[in-house]
């Protein structure tokens, strides 16, 4: 049982670490279109935008790369964290707002997908980064 908990938090930090590194760099490839995908929420003004369009795809990388690694792992998941509940704020509130918008996270893969199909994998992105926060087979295992 405990083999299987912990190549299943082995997979989760593998899954999350690649798809944080893919949307960074799909991202910081085009810090314009991300600046303005941000701008679309209407949430900040456009300098602010800019200056996150540049400095979050970096950000994810760094974090997806640290999971991956083990380096800096809680500082990593917690960042992701954050990110995410941010995300999900924002999105809502747009939402509620009428605003149709596309998230960006992913570049063209993610052009096609609902805002109730964006929620769903971004709540399933909380709930992983969660379970890889709290598990405590991982901890132990973290160095390994």
Do not use: Q
Not at 62 to 67: D, N
Not at 118 to 144: C, E, N, Q, V, Y
């Amino acid at each position: 049982m405990i083999d299987f908990a912990i190549w299943t938090a082995r997979l989760l930090r593998l899954i999350i670490g690649v798809t944080f590194i893919y949307a960074g760099v799909v991202k910081a490839l085009s810090p314009i279109r991300f600046s303005s995908d941000i701008h679309n929420y209407r949430l900040l003004p456009w300098s602010v935008a800019v200056a996150l369009a540049f400095y979050l795809p970096w950000l994810e990388i760094v974090c997806g790369l640290a999971l991956l690694s083990s380096r800096l792992f809680r500082a990593a998941v917690a960042f992701l964290v954050g990110l995410t509940i941010i995300f999900i704020v924002a999105s809502a509130s747009a939402r509620i707002r009428g605003i149709d918008i596309s998230c960006g996270c992913f570049g063209h893969l993610s052009n096609n997908l609902s805002f109730g199909w964006h929620l769903g994998l971004d709540l399933a992105l909380l709930a992983a980064l969660i379970a890889l926060w709290s598990t405590k087979h991982l901890r132990r295992t973290i160095t390994a």
